[in-house]
T-cell receptor, first 112, second 114 residues
Framework: KNQVEQSPQSLIILEGKNCTLQ??????????LRWYKQDTGRGPVSLTI?????NTKSNGRYTATLDADTKQSSLHITASQLSDSASYIC???????????FGAGTQVVVTP | DTEVTQTPKHLVMGMTNKKSLKCEQH?????MYWYKQKAKKPPELMFV???????INESVPSRFSPECPNSSLLNLHLHALQPEDSALYLC?????????????FGSGTRLTVV
């Protein structure tokens, strides 16, 4: 069973609109949580990284939140652009030797 | 230089061929990783090198052979692959295994086995 669950699996949004992606995890112990953006056929690019003590972090139009008590995170995309079309992957790092647990990703399609 | 460079970007090989994937970084990172990613799936860890020594092998078949000639280079040697090995192969690096500062992925090599 995957220890990092993302929802929705995919979504389509109109250019200029906002959207929020969800990530629930059961990974323990917890070290940090990252959101990556991955264009088709390319490597993932880090958007944000949050540790246990951080509950929000922004990178331009991307804002991530973390509730370490409920083990939930969200990624909010503001004023979406066509270039935001990609897969967004939630990744949690454990404390042990630092293995990364990947979510299955949310495929976002931004339409004109 | 804040990039992980992978070559080639695309590779088509037959099941009897021998080929190599190359990964290079000049950020002074001492941990380097190989991942395999199938379409619409998350990356799966294959190997971890720490200070040029293999520290993790996630039960990868021996037809995949990693090599770390120095702290900046990581190779993945391929031999007698199967069509199901077709995937995007990603390299990543970080400061070291315990400090993942700067955990960075390369753009990947799209491998097709025919």
């Amino acid at each position: 069973k995957n220890q990092v669950e993302q929802s929705p699996q995919s979504l389509i949004i109109l250019e200029g609109k906002n959207c929020t992606l969800q990530c629930n995890y059961t990974v323990s112990p917890f070290s940090n949580l990252r959101w990556y953006k991955q264009d088709t056929g390319r490597g993932p690019v880090s958007l944000t990284i949050m540790t246990f003590s951080e509950n929000t972090k922004s990178n331009g139009r991307y804002t991530a939140t973390l509730d370490a008590d409920t083990k939930q995170s969200s990624l909010h995309i503001t004023a979406s652009q066509l270039s935001d079309s990609a897969s967004y992957i939630c990744v949690v790092r454990t404390d042990s030797w630092g293995k990364l647990q990947f979510g299955a990703g949310t495929q976002v399609v931004v339409t004109p | 230089d804040t990039e992980v460079t992978q070559t080639p970007k695309h590779l088509v090989m037959g099941m009897t061929n021998k080929k190599s994937l190359k990964c290079e970084q000049h950020m002074g990172h001492r941990a380097m990783y190989w991942y395999k990613q199938k379409a619409k799936k998350p990356p799966e860890l294959m190997f971890v090198y720490s200070y040029e020594k293999l520290s993790i092998n996630e039960s990868v078949p021996s037809r995949f052979s990693p090599e770390c000639p120095n702290s900046s280079l990581l190779n993945l040697h391929l031999h007698a692959l199967q069509p199901e090995d077709s995937a995007l192969y990603l390299c990543a690096s970080s400061q070291d295994r315990s400090r993942e500062h700067g955990y960075t992925f390369g753009s990947g090599t799209r491998l097709t086995v025919v």
